[in-house]
């Protein structure tokens, strides 16, 4: 049962080989038995799963399932629920029940899913190893040794160890991709604006967008024909019809043009995660593709530009973290100033203030045209770099990340140095563009990713593109051997 | 020594949306603490602002009946500092690209001369919560409900020379904002509140003094009094060798003075940035034209129009002009008395004397313009003479009814039978021999005398004309 | 980019954020490896480039001003750490 993907679920469901209920007390059965192995769940509502399930199966009696209805699925601890704790992965919030729904929730309520808890993250988004998080790390179920990337790596290390079908991400230098990859799973960040903001919790506002995570490219799409939409709640959200993911999932991609940045194939990325990608372009070939190289001449500066923006951001949305009206709030304050200086201190980790600080120097006073208007500036330019590739090529393909998972432990000591393991997913979100990563080989024990990043609004062509893949390779299909 | 004194206000007007800038919740005033305080005013993580349609509309149209520029693609920043009763820890706002830009005013001052004061600029932003410092064991209490409510910020350029001018300039945005309805003005629910930039500098000087900002005046008397406390105390700390330091102050009613702000020791770095929630704010020409025609008359047009229409001096137009609600009442009272003049008289005499001498305010008068209107028709007919007409006028802000009926009620109706009239003045002529001879000796003064007489037998209800007419007949007999 | 102790003290303060004296040096060091990554951007000419604020070229919508949101005051209340009388309490505040 456990590895089936959403489509193969919807089916056996439909079909009356087994309930929703059934199904989700297996999951919770499986979380029971194993999740200790990795930490990927914050809180699993095992009542509020099976009280859904059993309302999703008779719906389904009542003829009115779709796709979704009774698919138990985890949502990361972002995302506020509605009388479940949602921490965002931080001693901070480890005492807030959200009183509301995020829109993506909602909208999964409605189609009837079910979930099965909130999953593990770094705090507030912030990390690339899911080492941050207050509930302590999560390991990769591939190698426990290894770190299952980040900040969406409860999510990640879910789906791999078939603790759930599929999970939430949300994504705002890499934190969908990167776990993905390196947990060797399918994850999708759309195009900024895209998925509803309205509910999830604020890292980055210019940068945040939610996205699912999945086994296969066509599970993803099935999320997305869910999560996508416009939102009259998030005033970036964009207006636009949503095409049905589904559908062109199996058009032939002969004739895409796939485009190679040098910028991605050069020095600092690993040899064996190099060869892996060579491999998929040469079966992107036999589908039919034509390959070309192209320039992404600021690649280099979106690391840099990257932690400007982002730190610059959260710094301000993380102000509302004061112990006055929810979250944590320090013992017998002696005046205002200690109250927050105290509340704040302690409920937020050592990198979650460390970016806090970094967005503060560089939003004040004498510094914000070196450092923030300087960033803008160089967006604008990774912005153009991409412009002008999409001018030229359909997809653009290259590694999700530098090297396989690392260490626990490994990068903890210093920060500069894991930022630097987001370096091929970051640009993307300074522009704005979708972007996927898929399963593509291993170098060892440890999953490699394919990361495809599309124009504008091109989902669909990024879920065809990757099922089309899907459809000749099996690396999506494996499952680590202690999780079969 | 002379001094120059150098004003700059920051006006701040709550807009009379229904609802509030950036959420669906309510921005009535008045409610229970925290009850108007939605998730997105209390800034609950996850929430995110939506901007209200009302709050552009109500910016644009300010500009425009001040000859602002109106920013094409205006910009919402954050300003971050923290304060219990700022949720986010940033209060949304305009920096770089305020919705309305550049403009002008023009003031009248007691001298009967006129000013124009600049508009710097007015931006779009969120009002704070309130702080109640009221002893909860020692602890303040916040209430968000005011948190969210849209504010228009109107920035003066330093043009102003005196405490007076400042009232001034501040009375008349005060009445713009009222004649625009986007304010309902009520400063005592603080819809309308001031800062006010206070320098001194040697008179020829160039350079501009260090200035303070005070804080917290919310009358226009407080505004003249606050401004006058601060310059003798900048003037005091300069002549007494020292240097103004620039710095918050708060002025204290109760006290009558300015004083440095604690919570503002801290040197501010308000690290302003684009608001990455808020995409930038587009209008264009067919917008601002839409806005344009519901531009309703402005004071200065009205304050013409009430001369030529109706015949009025200037002065007196530009007191019944002053407010809306003051020159629609004149306007209705004009229509009930038929009697531009008149009306114009006891609108401004009797009227706001009486709302004066209460303290009421125009809203709140007993006496609606129709009932005005039935005084000055009756003193037309001369059922009642001007004199009556005020017994008739107190009356009725007591509540005692319509001119008719307290003319009737009371037997005010003016004598006009001369019969009548001339049984008083022979009673008056037969008691006062003496001041007859004096008439008739040349005195002619004494008129006047053998006329009050008269009127005081009357008790005020003869008619005054023929009593004249009639008593001069009776003297030349 | 070096920041000195006195730089990390004076962040911290604007950013209300309270760091143990003995963190200091290893959060100075820190920061001033992060700008020291950041400082990268300087090698790139960006003097005639439009800044970036938003991936999308939109302009913002506009809600229509009608009241949405009803009381849900003891709900929001629920999670506050400190409450009386509907109001949230902190420290006394001295204006």
């Not at chain 2, 921005?27 to 800034?43: E, I, K, R, S, W």
């Not at chain 3, 506009?62 to 005051?73: S, Y």
């Amino acid at each position: 049962m456990q590895n089936k993907t959403i489509a193969e679920l919807s089916q056996s469901l439909q079909q009356g080989e087994f309930s929703s209920e059934e199904l989700t007390r297996a999951y919770l059965d499986r979380i029971d038995k194993l999740d200790a192995q990795v930490n990927s769940y914050i809180t699993v509502t095992a009542d509020g799963a099976l009280a859904a399930a059993r309302a999703a199966d008779e719906q389904r009696q009542a003829g009115q399932a779709g796709p979704l209805t009774g698919i138990p699925l985890a949502q990361k601890d972002i995302f506020c629920t509605e009388g479940v704790k949602t921490s965002c992965g931080s001693k901070m919030l480890d005492n807030f029940i959200s009183p509301y729904d995020a829109t993506v929730i909602s909208k999964f309520k409605q189609a009837g899913a079910v979930m099965l808890g909130k999953t593990n993250m770094d705090e507030f988004a912030m990390g690339s190893s899911n080492e941050t998080s207050f509930y302590g790390a999560v390991k990769n179920p591939w190698d426990l040794d290894a770190v299952p990337g980040g900040s969406s790596g409860g999510s990640a290390a879910v789906v791999a160890a078939r603790l759930a079908p599929a999970a939430t991400g949300t994504d705002t230098g890499g934190s969908i991709r990167q776990p993905a990859a390196l947990c060797g799973i399918t994850g999708l960040k759309p195009t900024y604006g895209r998925v509803s903001r309205y509910g999830m919790i604020a890292f980055a506002s210019s940068l945040d967008q939610a996205g699912p995570m999945a086994r296969t490219a066509e599970d993803c799409a099935l999320m997305m024909n869910v999560m996508a939409g416009f939102d009259e709640k998030d005033s970036t959200s964009v207006d636009q019809a949503v095409p049905d993911y589904t559908t062109s999932l199996n058009d032939s991609i002969a004739g895409l043009k796939i485009g190679l940045p040098k910028e991605y194939f050069s020095e600092g990325l690993d040899n064996d995660v190099a060869t892996a990608i060579e491999v998929a372009i040469a079966e992107y070939k036999k589908l039919g593709a034509e390959v070309v190289e192209i320039s992404l001449p600021n690649t280099g500066l979106s690391v840099p530009a990257y932690y400007v923006v982002a730190p610059a951001e959260c710094s301000s949305n993380l102000s509302r973290f004061d112990g006055v009206r929810f979250g944590h709030r320090c013992e017998n304050p002696k005046d205002l100033t200690d109250l927050y200086k105290r509340s704040r201190g302690e409920g937020f980790g050592a990198e979650v203030k460390r970016r806090i600080m970094i967005g503060t120097y560089a939003l004040s006073a004498g510094y914000y045209d070196a450092y923030y208007l300087k960033a803008q500036k160089v967006r604008q330019l990774i912005s153009q770099d991409f412009k002008r590739a999409f001018e030229q090529v359909d997809v653009i393909i290259g590694p999700a990340t530098p090297t396989v998972a690392f260490n626990l432990g490994e990068k903890t000591d210093d920060p500069v140095t894991m930022y630097l393991s987001d370096a091929y997913t970051i640009a993307t979100n300074l522009a704005g563009l979708p972007g996927m990563s898929v399963p593509a080989g291993f170098v060892g024990k440890r999953p490699v990713g394919l990361q495809i990043i599309g124009n504008y609004f091109d989902e669909a062509r990024l879920l065809n593109v990757a099922h089309q893949y899907q459809q000749t390779t099996d690396w999506h299909a494996q499952a680590p051997e202690a999780f079969k | 020594m002379q001094w120059e004194v150098v004003i700059g206000l920051e006006i701040h007007a709550q807009l009379a949306t229904k609802s509030k800038i950036f959420s669906g919740a309510s921005t009535a005033y008045g409610a229970a603490p925290n009850t108007q305080a939605c998730a997105v005013d209390l800034g609950l993580p996850g929430v995110l602002p939506v901007l209200n349609k009302e709050a552009v509309r109500m910016a644009v149209k300010f500009g425009l009946a001040n000859d602002c520029e109106i920013t094409r693609r205006s910009v919402f920043a954050r300003k971050n500092y923290f304060y219990p009763d700022l949720p986010k820890g940033y209060q949304i706002s305009q920096f770089e690209l305020p919705i309305v830009a550049k403009g002008h005013l023009e003031i009248e001052l007691e001298d009967g001369s006129s000013k124009t004061v600049g508009i710097t600029r007015a931006h779009l932003e969120e009002d704070a919560g309130k702080s109640l410092h009221e002893d909860f064991h020692g602890m303040t209490g916040i209430d968000l409900n005011r948190a969210g409510t849209p504010l228009l910020e109107i920035v003066s350029e330093p043009d102003m020379r005196s405490a007076k001018e400042a009232v001034a300039y501040m009375k008349k945005i005060h009445s713009l904002v009222q004649y625009l309805e986007i304010c309902d003005g009520n400063m005592q629910e603080g819809s309308f509140r001031c800062d006010a930039n206070v320098s001194v500098r040697l008179k020829g000087d160039e350079e501009f003094g260090t200035r303070t900002e005070l804080k917290n005046i919310n009358s226009f008397r407080f505004v003249e009094r606050a401004i006058n406390f601060e310059v003798e105390r900048q003037i005091d700390v300069i002549e007494g060798g020292g240097a103004v330091v620039q710095e918050t102050r708060l002025y204290d009613p109760d006290k009558g003075e300015t004083r440095a702000m604690r919570s503002k020791e801290e040197a501010f770095d308000y690290r302003y940035f684009p608001d990455p929630d808020l995409l930038p704010v587009e209008i264009d020409d067919d917008y601002i034209e839409s806005v344009r025609i519901t531009l309703p008359e402005l004071p200065n047009a009205k304050q013409q129009r009430f001369v030529t229409e109706y015949g009025i001096k200037p002065e007196d137009a530009a007191t019944l002009t002053s407010s809306r609600v003051l020159a629609d009442y004149y306007e209705a009272t004009v229509k009930a008395s038929e009697d531009a003049k008149l009306a114009a008289n006891w609108v401004i005499g009797e009227l706001l004397g009486a709302l004066n001498k209460d303290g009421r305010e125009l809203s709140d008068s007993p006496i609606l313009p129709e009932m005005l209107g039935g005084i000055i028709i009756r003193i037309k007919d001369n059922t009642i003479s001007g004199k009556i007409a005020k017994q008739v006028f107190t009356a009725m802000w007591e509540g005692e009814g319509d001119a008719d009926s307290i003319i009737e009620a009371k037997g005010l109706k003016q004598v006009t039978d001369s019969g009548a009239i001339e049984k008083i003045i022979d009673e008056v002529l037969a008691n006062n021999p003496k001041q007859i001879a004096d008439y008739k000796a040349g005195k002619e003064k004494m008129l006047g005398f053998f006329v009050g007489q008269v009127m005081k037998a009357s008790q005020g209800k003869a008619n005054p004309g023929q009593v004249n007419q009639l008593l001069k007949q009776k003297l030349q007999e | 980019m070096s920041l000195e102790r006195s730089d990390v003290d004076k962040i911290a303060q604007l950013a209300r954020l309270e760091i143990a004296e003995n963190d200091v040096p290893e959060v100075a060091r820190n920061l001033s490896n992060i700008l020291d990554l950041v400082a990268q951007m300087d090698s790139v000419n960006t003097d005639d480039v439009e800044p970036m604020a938003h991936p999308l070229e939109m302009a913002q919508r506009l809600r229509d001003d009608v009241v949405t949101e009803k009381d849900r005051r003891d709900q929001f209340q629920t999670v506050a750490p400190q409450v009386e009388n509907g109001l949230y309490l902190v420290p006394k505040v001295i204006e």
